[in-house]
């Protein structure tokens, strides 16, 4: 079995080494061809003057008449219950563009991260490349540390979703919604289109991340050095259609792979356990109500007395929203998602069984495009190896777009 992962791994790695040396190397500014354009024109600029800015900030407080302090979710926000005051959930600034015609990068650090006590710390979200292996950059190779094409919620970006926090049935499956690995990926040029006007037009797009994925990555939490030497496989397929004046999404995928797990002392367990996951997802986009639904399912680690095994795991939400149009005031977004997990969470120390139960009721009102404030009611119950903790609590959010 060892040899068989050493094989596809090696097979992989030869396919993602391989397939960009095919590509024609670009043309240095001494030698561009009769007709190129000149240095200093658009087309003809340095890399580094094709690079572009934008990002956004999240400010939150979330204690308004928070019922229970013990309520909490270490790996959501972590200004929920003890004594939380405002804080900063999240500071990106995305630095992207295009480095020449068939290759682009996209570098985020986040300046909101928490280490142990320590916030606002910078660290790396993403830093990859698209490197484009034709001319209408219908197939590309993303290769270095971005999201892991799992599911919706996880594709989505924090500064379009709705909810203040993603389910734990889907966000249990990678820390931070990331990994560092190599996907193939191909969408049509009239679905790349269709991805793109899902995110720009403000109907709360998960981006492109191809109409179809492949790939590997190392399969550890994110920002930790790998642990084992198999890779997680990892593939998804998505595609979003037009169904008289509405938009469906429909996606399937998931991933497999061996995980090791973190373990305190005194607890034992193998040291890598099965981690398999499949998914499903339902999108109706707000034209102008909207409904969204995904589950998943598989076996992880999780902690069964003194010990972490494999075990079975599920869970899934659903959500409706109504966009409200445009007017005098902004736009106006109310949801309504409830969400339960059930399963170990594996990158806490012994992947303890979590049991989620959750509903978040809230109002987006996006006053300009560069400013957005929401409301959100929570009420959530959370059983950490047996032990319950329920509350409920009013949050808000100020987010500023740049």
């Known amino acids: 079995m060892r040899q068989g992962r050493d094989i596809r791994g090696a097979f992989w790695g030869l396919l993602f080494i391989v397939l960009p040396l095919l590509l024609p190397a670009p043309a240095r500014a001494d030698d561009r061809p009769p007709g190129a354009p000149a240095a200093g024109t658009e087309a003809g600029k340095a890399w580094y003057e094709r690079l572009h800015l934008r990002g956004y900030t999240q400010l939150r407080y979330n204690q308004i008449g928070a019922s229970n302090p013990h309520l909490k979710s270490d790996q959501g926000d972590k200004s929920v219950g003890g ?6 959930r999240r500071m990106r600034l995305i630095i992207f563009g295009d480095l020449a015609p068939f290759m682009s990068v996209y570098l985020q650090p986040d300046f909101a991260s928490a280490i142990g006590e320590q916030l606002n710390v910078a660290i790396v979200r993403d830093w990859y490349t698209d490197i484009f292996l034709d001319a209408k950059r219908e197939f590309r190779i993303r290769a270095g540390q971005s999201k892991v094409p799992y599911g919706f919620e996880l594709m989505q970006s924090s500064q379009n979703r709705l909810p203040f926090d993603r389910s734990d049935a889907l966000n249990s499956a990678f820390v931070n919604e990331r990994d560092i690995g190599a996907h193939f990926q191909f969408a049509p040029e009239s679905v790349r289109a269709r991805f793109k006007h899902l995110v720009d037009d403000g109907l709360k797009g998960s981006g492109d991340y191809g109409l179809v994925s ?4 190392n399969g550890q939490p994110l920002n ?8 997680h496989f990892v593939a998804r397929v998505a595609y979003p259609f037009d169904i008289g004046s509405q938009t469906l999404e429909l996606a399937t995928g998931g991933y497999t792979g061996l995980f090791v797990p973190t373990k305190g002392e005194g607890f034992g367990g193998a040291k890598e356990i099965r981690d398999l996951r499949m998914h499903g997802t339902f999108v109706l986009y707000p034209k102008p109500i909207g409904f969204q639904m995904e589950y998943n399912a598989g076996v992880g680690p999780e902690l069964e007395g003194k010990t972490v095994v494999e075990r079975p795991l599920d869970g899934g939400y659903a959500m409706t929203m109504v966009r409200v149009p445009t007017t005098d005031y902004g ?8 969400h339960r997990y059930d399963g170990g969470k594996k990158f806490e120390t012994n992947a303890p069984r979590h049991e989620v139960r959750e509903l978040n009721a809230g109002l987006e009102w996006q006053f300009k495009k560069w400013l957005e404030l929401t409301a959100e009611y929570m009420e959530s119950s959370r059983t950490v190896n047996g032990k319950e903790a329920s509350g409920r609590l009013l949050r808000l959010q100020l987010q500023f777009n740049y």
């Open 83 to 88: 004594d939380g005051g405002i804080f900063f």
């Open 214 to 217: 492949v790939g590997f990555i």
């Open 224 to 231: 930790t050095k790998e642990r084992n030497t198999n890779k």
């Open 331 to 338: 736009i106006f977004t109310p949801y309504v998602r409830v």
